[in-house]
């Protein structure tokens, strides 16, 4: 959605949206227009950045990697013993190796 048409799209509940009276669900004033920006956000598409200092919109660069079938199974008992997800301890190994790696240089 772009800053015109969400502009277009305030205008209009603000101004010529007619809601009923005694409606219980219906939001108004600051309420509808938090819940409206945060919809706004949400429905950019994608899954939300990694990065603490994203912006909104912006993606966390993505890699790939091919292992072993046997890595990859060790890989998934591992997160599910742990209770994590796979990125995470790939990410988490990652950055293992190299700290490790640095020192060693």
């Known amino acids: 959605m772009s800053e015109k048409d969400y ?17 219980k669900s ?3 004033g600051e309420a509808a227009a938090a ?4 919809l706004v956000e949400r429905s950019r598409g994608g899954r939300p950045s990694i990065e603490p200092e994203a ?3 912006e993606a966390s660069p993505v890699r790939q990697v091919r292992l072993p079938r046997a890595i990859d199974n060790d890989l998934v008992v591992f997160a599910e013993q742990n ?3 796979l990125s995470e301890v790939m990410r ?14």
Do not use: C
């Open 26 to 28: 219906a939001l108004r």
């Open 35 to 38: 819940f409206g920006k945060d």
């Open 92 to 105: 988490e190994a990652i950055v293992e190796y190299l700290t490790a790696h640095r020192q060693a240089s």
């Open 83 to 85: 209770h994590r997800n």
């Open 55 to 57: 912006g909104p919109g």
């Open 7 to 23: 502009d277009a799209a305030a205008e209009w509940a603000e101004h010529d949206m007619q809601l009923p009276e005694q409606s």
